[in-house]
């Protein structure tokens, strides 16, 4: 049943049996006639070969990329079925097959190994990309390895370097130490033959005097060996201290400290006195912070401290009188005034008290009173003192603060004051500085005379400044004391008068005489730098007569008197 001749098929495909043979001759199916049967596989070769021809002229679109087929071929089975009887089975089969395009086959495959392809290519990439990597590595590490080893050459040459020229140093010496000993044997050598030579004409000389004396020639020998001696003992004693030179230096170190009087003045800075006792500066700075003083190197400490430290640091202290100087010219002076007559002088005023109790104000209306009217030409320029003139004498009244007289009076040691004038206000009573005041008049032996101030103030109480100061032991005089009391007021101008009177009288009674000639000696009061004059000074002089040209010492500093205001 499955195969069918030529006509058959060409029957079933309803074409001529002609065209049929020629499709089958182009399909390359060799058939020699109608009535040849054709099998199965050359119907399907022929069928392809159709298709495909087909498909040339048409797109290959309308062609079926598969194509199944369904065969059903009937066969019948005679089955001996015992007792002589048999029985007819009918068997049906069905085959189906299912043929797939070969370009489809053909295209799939292609994809396939393409498909294929690429996970190779991609294989062999991410393959490649490995090596590469790996390549990469190796060539780093090779160029580290390179490096290092590079270094360490450079390191080993260095190394070599150092030892070759360490090695020509150490060859240098010894070439250097055998000059030397060539030399010193050289000289050696020179020497033993002077010497030889020497004996030789020692000897000869000898010879021709023993000739001469007809002494022992054994003699001459005993002399040249005695003088040789000594030459060489000579040449070991030099190289010796030539060693001495070489190794060590020629300081020792002190056994004891060195302990230095040290000149200390009233003041000196850090690095003076550092200086002096030939010490680091930073040393005493230390020492003087151990002692709790903070100081710069150019800060100047006192004379009591400086004396601390120099003790401190083991040397002795000097201190240095500041004033020797002036103290001889005070006893100049007292000499010179020894021989001028006394005459009597105007008594010092100074005005002291608290704060704000009208010192300035109490200055300024006996100023403005007394002597503004006196000034020559309307002179108004400033000096710290001026001249008062009463009724029972003349004062000199101390335009500056009564504590700065005070002060210099305790540094120099100087009778700068005679009276102090203590103003205290009637409306506040006594104060602290009050208090202080009395404290340094009573220090100076000066006497006090009382002004009371401010009495023109509603809330005035002269009785109440009375009874505070009987606490401090000035007992007024209307109270059986000795001390004078005035009321006063610096505004009003009341009770001003009384109080000069008061202070004159009490002038009186202090019989104060000066010599009016010789050598001038008292006290600098104030001191400044001005322009276009210089330094000046005021002056407070006690004894003798200060004239211009005259020399003037005061402290560390002195100069010419050039001008003078009075
Ligand atoms: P200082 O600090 O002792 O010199 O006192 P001042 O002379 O500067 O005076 C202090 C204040 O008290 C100023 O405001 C003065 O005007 C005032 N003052 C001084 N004296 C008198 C006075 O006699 N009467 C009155 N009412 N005020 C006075
Ligand atoms: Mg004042």
């Given at each position: 049943?499955?195969?069918?001749?030529?006509?058959?098929?060409?029957?079933?495909?309803?074409?001529?049996?002609?065209?049929?043979?020629?499709?089958?001759?182009?399909?390359?199916?060799?058939?020699?006639?109608?009535?040849?049967?054709?099998?199965?596989?050359?119907?399907?070769?022929?069928?392809?070969?159709?298709?495909?021809?087909?498909?040339?002229?048409?797109?290959?679109?309308?062609?079926?990329?598969?194509?199944?087929?369904?065969?059903?071929?009937?066969?019948?089975?005679?089955?001996?079925?015992?007792?002589?009887?048999?029985?007819?089975?009918?068997?049906?089969?069905?085959?189906?097959?299912?043929?797939?395009?070969?370009?489809?086959?053909?295209?799939?495959?292609?994809?396939?190994?393409?498909?294929?392809?690429?996970?190779?290519?991609?294989?062999?990439?991410?393959?490649?990309?490995?090596?590469?990597?790996?390549?990469?590595?190796?060539?780093?590490?090779?160029?580290?390895?390179?490096?290092?080893?590079?270094?360490?050459?450079?390191?080993?040459?260095?190394?070599?370097?150092?030892?070759?020229?360490?090695?020509?140093?150490?060859?240098?010496?010894?070439?250097?130490?055998?000059?030397?000993?060539?030399?010193?044997?050289?000289?050696?050598?020179?020497?033993?033959?002077?010497?030889?030579?020497?004996?030789?004409?020692?000897?000869?000389?000898?010879?021709?005097?023993?000739?001469?004396?007809?002494?022992?020639?054994?003699?001459?020998?005993?002399?040249?060996?005695?003088?040789?001696?000594?030459?060489?003992?000579?040449?070991?004693?030099?190289?010796?201290?030539?060693?001495?030179?070489?190794?060590?230096?020629?300081?020792?170190?002190?056994?004891?400290?060195?302990?230095?009087?040290?000149?200390?003045?009233?003041?000196?800075?850090?690095?003076?006195?550092?200086?002096?006792?030939?010490?680091?500066?930073?040393?005493?700075?230390?020492?003087?912070?151990?002692?709790?003083?903070?100081?710069?190197?150019?800060?100047?400490?006192?004379?009591?401290?400086?004396?601390?430290?120099?003790?401190?640091?083991?040397?002795?202290?000097?201190?240095?009188?500041?004033?020797?100087?002036?103290?001889?010219?005070?006893?100049?002076?007292?000499?010179?005034?020894?021989?001028?007559?006394?005459?009597?002088?105007?008594?010092?005023v100074?005005v002291m008290g608290h704060?704000?109790h009208g010192k300035?104000?109490l200055?300024?209306?006996?100023?403005?009173?007394?002597?503004?009217?006196?000034?020559?030409?309307?002179?108004?320029?400033?000096?710290?003192?001026?001249?008062?003139?009463?009724?029972k004498?003349?004062?000199?009244?101390?335009?500056?603060?009564g504590?700065?007289?005070?002060?210099?009076?305790?540094?120099?040691?100087?009778?700068?004051?005679?009276i102090v004038i203590l103003v205290v206000a009637a409306d506040d009573g006594v104060m602290?500085q009050t208090i202080e005041a009395i404290q340094h008049a009573r220090?100076?032996d000066v006497p006090i005379v009382v002004a009371v101030n401010k009495i023109d103030r509603?809330n005035a109480d002269t009785d109440r400044v009375k009874k505070g100061l009987v606490q401090q032991s000035v007992i007024p005089d209307d109270w059986g004391g000795d001390t004078l009391f005035v009321s006063v007021s610096a505004?009003?101008?009341e009770g001003i008068e009384a109080l000069l009177e008061a202070v004159a009288l009490q002038a009186e009674l202090l019989?104060?005489?000066?010599?009016?000639?010789?050598?001038?000696?008292?006290?600098?009061?104030?001191?400044?730098?001005?322009?276009?004059?210089?330094?000046?000074?005021?002056?407070?002089?006690?004894?003798?007569?200060?004239?211009?040209?005259?020399?003037?010492?005061?402290?560390?500093?002195?100069?010419?008197?050039?001008?003078?205001?009075?």
């Amino acid at each position: 049943m499955s195969q069918v001749t030529v006509t058959e098929f060409a029957q079933t495909l309803k074409v001529p049996v002609e065209r049929l043979m020629n499709q089958l001759s182009e399909a390359g199916i060799t058939v020699s006639g109608a009535n040849d049967l054709i099998s199965e596989d050359a119907k399907l070769e022929l069928l392809t070969h159709l298709r495909r021809s087909h498909g040339k002229k048409d797109p290959a679109a309308s062609s079926p990329r598969k194509i199944t087929l369904k065969r059903k071929s009937q066969s019948e089975l005679r089955l001996a079925a015992g007792q002589g009887r048999s029985r007819t089975v009918n068997v049906e089969v069905r085959r189906k097959r299912t043929y797939t395009r070969r370009d489809v086959l053909e295209e799939q495959a292609r994809q396939q190994q393409a498909e294929l392809d690429a996970t190779r290519k991609a294989e062999q990439e991410v393959h490649e990309a490995a090596e590469r990597a790996e390549r990469e590595r190796q060539e780093s590490l090779e160029a580290e390895r390179k490096r290092k080893s590079e270094a360490i050459e450079a390191e080993d040459r260095e190394r070599l370097a150092t030892e070759k020229r360490r090695q020509e140093e150490a060859d240098e010496e010894a070439r250097r130490r055998t000059e030397e000993e060539r030399r010193t044997a050289e000289d050696a050598a020179r020497e033993a033959k002077e010497r030889e030579r020497e004996a030789k004409v020692q000897k000869e000389l000898d010879q021709r005097k023993g000739k001469r004396k007809g002494a022992a020639p054994d003699h001459t020998l005993h002399v040249a060996d005695g003088a040789a001696g000594r030459r060489r003992k000579k040449r070991t004693r030099r190289r010796a201290v030539n060693v001495s030179v070489d190794s060590t230096h020629g300081f020792e170190r002190p056994t004891a400290p060195v302990v230095r009087e040290v000149d200390i003045p009233a003041t000196i800075t850090v690095a003076e006195l550092s200086q002096r006792m030939a010490l680091k500066s930073t040393e005493v700075i230390k020492t003087l912070m151990g002692m709790g003083m903070m100081v710069t190197i150019n800060q100047p400490i006192d004379q009591d401290t400086a004396i601390l430290i120099v003790e401190e640091m083991g040397h002795t202290a000097k201190a240095r009188k500041e004033t020797g100087l002036e103290d001889e010219l005070l006893i100049g002076a007292d000499e010179s005034a020894a021989a001028g007559e006394a005459l009597p002088r105007p008594a010092v005023v100074t005005v002291m008290g608290h704060v704000d109790h009208g010192k300035t104000s109490l200055l300024d209306y006996v100023r403005r009173t007394r002597v503004a009217a006196g000034e020559a030409g309307g002179i108004t320029q400033h000096i710290g003192a001026y001249h008062v003139e009463t009724a029972k004498g003349a004062l000199t009244f101390l335009d500056t603060p009564g504590h700065a007289a005070f002060t210099a009076m305790r540094a120099r040691g100087a009778q700068v004051t005679d009276i102090v004038i203590l103003v205290v206000a009637a409306d506040d009573g006594v104060m602290p500085q009050t208090i202080e005041a009395i404290q340094h008049a009573r220090a100076a032996d000066v006497p006090i005379v009382v002004a009371v101030n401010k009495i023109d103030r509603p809330n005035a109480d002269t009785d109440r400044v009375k009874k505070g100061l009987v606490q401090q032991s000035v007992i007024p005089d209307d109270w059986g004391g000795d001390t004078l009391f005035v009321s006063v007021s610096a505004h009003t101008g009341e009770g001003i008068e009384a109080l000069l009177e008061a202070v004159a009288l009490q002038a009186e009674l202090l019989d104060l005489k000066a010599p009016a000639e010789g050598q001038a000696s008292g006290v600098v009061l104030e001191a400044s730098l001005e322009r276009g004059r210089g330094a000046v000074a005021t002056v407070l002089v006690n004894r003798g007569r200060l004239k211009v040209g005259d020399m003037l010492l005061a402290g560390q500093e002195y100069g010419r008197l050039r001008a003078m205001v009075d």
